[in-house]
């Protein structure tokens, strides 16, 4: 970038920089919003995941069950009740 030579220079690169920040306010914010849409469409459940998914419920349940859907949930609840497990399975004295 050049220095400016005049007032009128200086006014029409102060023009042509917030045209640019303009525009790119408006790429960042549609990106923003795309970004979004991505990560609230949960990704399909592989054939492998599936697969592992039916024999932990067979295990489970001693027989073949047939799985009608499966999501995922975002929640700390499975986090939490392993450590309660963890945490009651050591002896404090």
């Not at 054939?47 to 700390?76: C, K, N, P, T, Y």
């Amino acid at each position: 970038m050049q220095e400016p030579a005049t007032n009128t220079d200086a006014l029409a690169l102060i023009a042509e920089m917030r045209a640019e920040i303009t525009a790119l306010t408006l790429r960042v914010n549609a990106l923003e919003l795309a970004a979004a849409k991505l990560a609230a469409t949960p990704a399909p459940v592989s054939e492998e995941d599936m697969v592992a998914i039916s024999a932990a419920v067979a295990a489970f349940l001693g027989v073949r069950a047939r799985i009608r859907q499966v999501r995922l949930v975002h929640s700390s609840a499975w986090a939490q009740v392993g450590r309660m497990g963890t945490h009651a399975s050591h002896h404090t004295h």
